[in-house]
């Protein structure tokens, strides 16, 4: 009785991880859609379709062998998956955030490390918290934007220009430009986002400016997958036994709740007191709007009881500034970078370029800090309306997106349109169906960088490095308009970037100033990309890296110096 009591628990539990592992796949309806076989019974295909040093070659192949709606392998026979590079199924699952959500595991990782902020709420909590934001990229407040990011931009060319005119008589300097990228997005983000000064670029001492860094680059990017999955099925077990990375959240995590909290409570009473006074305080960044919406809602509580879904903690707020944080000045840094690597291994690109910006410049003060705010908004218009610098930036934008790729989960059986026929399981075409089934509880990758680089779309030269592309395009890239210039890098559907204005505006400042300035060319140096994900990602980011040197974490050198004008 004894031993049947004992044993009981155990056999229960290897039937049903037989029926999971072993049965219930069979039954799976994904299993009537075509992919590519599994050479071991814990084989998967993750690394072939998260990889961005093969996924061009591997989203051809699916495209010829199984069509564009692909099952794939995830973590074990358990797991079965979908990738689709069908437009009309990207837009569908893209659409219907109430059926496909963001997956729990990716959700409480980001949770874990900067709080549950737009990136990884959901439903009427995501609604919520985008509708506060959404005011701080008005028209209106991103005129405030143009002015920081000139101002910034300033202060890295005046930074740049110190380390070539160095008493050594050298003509150009190695210079990681990722790194000082990643400084001027964080500087540009802090006055946006908080009316906070870094000062990053010329000092790289402050406390939250190094605790943001060091969660973002050594907690992400250099963390060992057992941890984190350690960290999201046991958290509490994580906790207990830290090591490095679990430190080193903790200590950054502490400084970022002091700090900031500080932040917002000053800016708490600054509000307060301005309604006090019949002189509303007339901040611009988010955290001012943040706090002056949670200022109405605490006079509202008074009049009505509202639910827990539309009331905003402090704890709200901080959230949503550290995904502020995260979300922007990554994607952005990252999107300079491999513009200015793209633009040094194409001089003759480069060259048009900066001829395009010194025709504007001709028109305004040489020396950039004499620019009056006048001045710069109109400098800022000129730029907007500079063709080949719109297409630079999209062919950047296209060819290399920061968001390699992104990670849905159905939470409900749905049916699924395509724009393709579906082909059948054994890879044969069925001109017949235009629909699948995705069953509840199942992963749908959307890779960005599949449909910005698909061949029957953007024509055979599709992989290659080309902004004049965009001055005539084929007809096919016209039946996908998306969110930004028949491109996917800002996403689609409800979820899709807000900050899109914002980043323009960033980008081509920095490109102005950096271009009119200095010339940039390759080094010696070998540079990979490499995507920084989890095998429950929820953002895949391509970062450049050293060969070899994945562990000194992101860089990009390239040699730098200044234009002469000759």
């Not at 590519?36 to 062998?65: A, I």
């Not at 050594?168 to 000082?180: K, M, P």
């Not at 939250?208 to 099925?233: P, W």
């Not at 194409?346 to 001709?362: G, K, T, W």
Request: charged share 20%; proline share 6%.
């Amino acid at each position: 009785m004894f031993l049947a009591c004992v044993l009981s628990p155990f056999v229960a539990l290897t039937a049903y991880i037989f029926y999971r592992v072993l049965v219930k796949p069979r039954f799976n309806v994904l299993r009537h859609l075509p992919g590519p076989p599994v050479q071991k019974l814990f084989g998967n295909h993750l690394q072939h379709v998260l990889n961005p040093t093969v996924t061009p070659k591997v989203y051809e192949l699916f495209v010829q062998r199984y069509g564009r709606t692909v099952r794939i392998r995830g973590l074990g026979p358990w797991d079965e998956r979908l990738i689709t590079l069908d437009p009309v199924s990207f837009a569908h699952i893209a659409k219907n955030t109430a059926i496909y959500e963001k997956p729990w595991p990716s959700r409480r990782l980001i949770t874990s490390l900067i709080g549950c902020g737009m990136l990884s709420a959901e439903g009427q909590v995501h609604k919520r918290q985008r509708r506060v934001a959404l005011p701080a990229f008005s028209a209106q407040n991103m005129r405030s934007l143009v002015h920081i990011s000139f101002t910034k931009g300033i202060q890295l060319r005046d930074v740049w220009k110190g380390l070539i005119d160095d008493p050594s008589g050298s003509t150009s300097a190695r210079i990681d430009v990722c790194q000082f990228l990643s400084r001027v997005t964080f500087d540009v983000i802090g006055l946006a986002g908080f009316d906070y000064s870094f000062n990053s670029i010329q000092d790289e001492t402050n406390e939250l400016f190094v605790a943001y860094r060091d969660m973002f680059e050594l907690a992400i990017s250099q963390g060992t997958m057992f941890r984190t999955l350690l960290s999201i099925y046991l958290p509490a077990v994580n906790q207990a036994f830290p090591d490095a990375t679990v430190r080193t959240v903790r200590r950054c995590q502490e400084v970022i709740h002091r700090v900031a909290g500080r932040l917002i409570q000053e800016k708490k009473q600054k509000i307060a007191e301005g309604e006090k006074l019949g002189e509303p305080y007339d901040g611009k960044d988010l955290l001012t709007l943040l706090c002056k919406f949670r200022y109405r809602l605490l006079l509202c509580i008074f009049l009505i009881d509202l639910p827990p879904e539309h009331r905003i903690s402090d704890d709200d707020i901080l959230n949503n500034i550290n995904t502020f944080m995260f979300a922007g000045s990554d994607t952005s840094s990252l999107s300079m970078t491999w513009t200015l690597l793209l633009l040094a291994q194409n001089s003759d690109i480069q060259d048009r370029l900066r001829a395009e910006l010194l025709s504007v410049a001709h028109q305004f003060p040489r020396d950039l800090s004499e620019l009056s705010e006048d001045q710069i908004q109109s400098l800022h218009a000129a730029l907007s309306a500079l063709p080949f610098l719109h297409n630079v930036t999209r062919e950047s934008l296209r060819l290399i997106p920061p968001l390699h790729s992104t990670l849905r989960v159905a939470t409900q059986d749905d049916e699924v349109p395509t724009m393709y026929p579906v082909h059948n399981q054994d890879g044969t075409v069925n001109e017949k169906r235009h629909s699948f089934v995705v069953p509840k509880g199942t992963f749908v990758h959307l890779s960005v960088e599949a449909f910005n680089l698909d061949k029957a779309v953007w024509g055979e030269d599709a992989w290659e490095f080309k902004p004049d592309r965009w001055d005539n395009l084929p007809e096919a890239v016209q039946q996908h308009p998306w969110h930004f210039s028949n491109i996917l890098t800002f996403s689609a559907g409800p979820r899709a970037c807000p900050g899109l204005r914002f980043a323009l505006i960033e980008i081509k400042t920095l490109y102005y100033i950096l271009l009119t300035h200095f010339v940039f060319k390759e080094t010696e140096d070998k540079i990979t990309k490499h995507n920084v994900w989890l095998l429950i990602a929820l953002r895949v980011l391509t970062r450049p890296y050293l060969a070899g040197k994945f562990k000194e974490g992101t860089q990009c050198p390239l040699l730098v110096s200044n234009y002469t004008g000759t």
